[in-house]
């Protein structure tokens, strides 16, 4: 089963608008770590974010804003204000922190390409 | 400073060789995982590696394999290639603990594809 679902295959937005990349996890873990990686046409993962399990405070970082309920099993990321360099492929990723064989890896989800047009 | 480099950027293989590729870590940063991107599975963990011992592995049969080196610096290795193991294959570093539990820093990848 898929830890980690982003229902959002594509996105497509004008520049100005705000838009919010959903993720939803899965996990039996009590302790565990959320993230969102950017990735640009050049390939790499940006790190944009970590949050643990026990942390539900919103976050707020510039035009970013992640959304984090445990209750629902979400941790939703909001870009405001999009610009055309927010075009990139945004992944969420999860590591569960108990378990012994999978301590340290990261689970993402399959991404959202977002395509922000000027 | 340096970010994470990958050697080489592009790689075309034939199926049934082997193939190495290098990772070079930011200084300082003594932690190395590896992930193979790929458009049918995604991005999926590969292993893991700190102060030259794997300290974690995916799901991938034993084709794949890795080590670590005094100076961090990782390779991993492919051997019996085949058509799937076609994918860009992301390296990334971390200070101690892994990429799953800190911010991680990944180099741009090797391409690979398999003919």
């Known amino acids: 089963a898929q830890k980690v679902t982003q229902a959002q295959t594509e996105i497509s937005v004008v520049e100005k608008e705000d838009v919010t990349l959903d993720c939803v996890y899965e996990?039996?873990?009590?302790?565990?770590?959320l993230f969102w990686y950017k990735q640009p046409p050049s390939g790499e993962l940006v790190f944009l974010i970590r949050?643990?399990?026990?942390?539900?405070q919103n976050e707020i970082s510039g035009r970013y804003s992640w959304n984090f309920q445990k209750s629902t099993s979400s941790f939703n990321f909001t870009i405001t204000a999009s610009q055309v360099v927010d075009s990139a492929v945004y992944f969420c990723?999860?590591?569960?922190?108990?378990?012994?064989?999978?301590?340290?890896?990261?689970?993402f989800g399959r991404g959202t390409q977002l395509t922000v047009w000027p | 400073k340096a970010g994470v480099t990958q050697t080489p950027r592009y790689l075309i293989k034939t199926r049934g060789q082997q193939v190495t590729l290098s990772c070079s870590p930011i200084s300082g940063h003594r932690s190395v995982s590896w992930y193979q991107q790929t458009p049918g599975q995604g991005l999926q963990f590969l292993f893991e590696y700190f102060s030259e011992t794997q300290r974690n592995k995916g799901n991938f049969p034993g084709r794949f394999s890795g080590r670590q080196f005094s100076n961090s610096r990782s390779e991993m290795n492919v051997s019996t290639l085949e058509l799937g193991d076609s994918a860009l294959y992301l390296c990334?570093?971390?200070?101690?603990?892994?990429?799953?539990?800190?911010?991680?820093?990944f180099g741009q990848g090797t391409r690979l594809t398999v003919v």
């Open positions: 990723a999860l590591s569960e922190a108990d378990r012994g064989s999978t301590l340290g890896r990261l689970y």
């Open positions: 949050r643990n399990s026990f942390d539900e």
């Open positions: 996990t039996r873990d009590t302790t565990y770590y």
């Open positions: 990334a570093s971390s200070l101690g603990q892994g990429a799953g539990w800190s911010e991680a820093f």
